[in-house]
C-alpha cells in the first residue's frame, strides 16, 4: 500500500529550497492513495461465503441413501456448478477493485508528471 507519491508528495521538502510540487498536488495524491487503500481492502477482505462444491457430509448422505451413480454424479455436478457460479461474484468483485486499483496508480502517475511539469516551468 506504500506507494512513490506518498513519499515524494506528501512529505514536505526542505523549506529553503521550496516546495517540490504544487499545493494541489499533495491533495491529489492523498486522495489517489486513500482510494488505493480501500481497493487494497476490498481486494484482501476475506470472502465469507466461498463454496468449492458439496460437502463431503452431503455426498456421504446421497451414497448412503442408496443414489443410483449417475444421479449421484449428476447432482454432484449442479452443486459445483452452483458453487462456480456463486463464486463469480465475489471474485467479480475483487476483480473490479484490482481494475480500479491499477488505474489508480496510472492516475499517480499521470499526477506527478503533471506536477513536476507545472512546478519546472514555474
Same mark, same amino acid.
Given at each position: 500500500?506504500?506507494?512513490?507519491?506518498?513519499?515524494?508528495?506528501?512529505?514536505?521538502?526542505?523549506?529553503?529550497?521550496?516546495?517540490?510540487?504544487?499545493?494541489?498536488?499533495?491533495?491529489?495524491?492523498?486522495?489517489?492513495?486513500?482510494?488505493?487503500? %480501500?481497493?487494497?481492502?476490498?481486494? #484482501? @477482505?476475506?470472502?465469507? *461465503?466461498?463454496?468449492?462444491?458439496?460437502? &463431503?457430509?452431503?455426498?456421504?448422505?446421497?451414497?448412503?441413501?442408496?443414489?443410483?451413480?449417475?444421479?449421484?454424479?449428476?447432482?454432484?455436478?449442479?452443486?459445483?456448478?452452483?458453487?462456480?457460479?456463486?463464486?463469480?461474484?465475489?471474485?467479480?468483485?475483487?476483480?473490479? %477493485?484490482?481494475?480500479?486499483?491499477? #488505474? @489508480?496508480?496510472?492516475? *499517480?502517475?499521470?499526477?506527478?508528471?503533471? &506536477?513536476?511539469?507545472?512546478?519546472?516551468?514555474?
Amino acid at each position: 500500500m506504500t506507494s512513490f507519491s506518498a513519499g515524494l508528495g506528501l512529505v514536505s521538502t526542505d523549506p529553503a529550497h521550496g516546495r517540490l510540487l504544487p499545493v494541489w498536488a499533495p491533495w491529489a495524491l492523498f486522495g489517489v492513495l486513500l482510494s488505493l487503500g %480501500a481497493c487494497s481492502f476490498v481486494i #484482501l @477482505l476475506p470472502t465469507r *461465503q466461498w463454496r468449492h462444491g458439496p460437502s &463431503a457430509r452431503i455426498i456421504m448422505e446421497m451414497w448412503s441413501e442408496g443414489s443410483d451413480t449417475k444421479d449421484a454424479k449428476v447432482d454432484l455436478t449442479a452443486a459445483m456448478v452452483d458453487a462456480q457460479r456463486r463464486n463469480s461474484a465475489a471474485l467479480g468483485r475483487h476483480s473490479l %477493485a484490482y481494475r480500479v486499483a491499477v #488505474l @489508480l496508480l496510472l492516475c *499517480q502517475i499521470l499526477i506527478l508528471v503533471v &506536477a513536476i511539469a507545472q512546478s519546472s516551468t514555474v
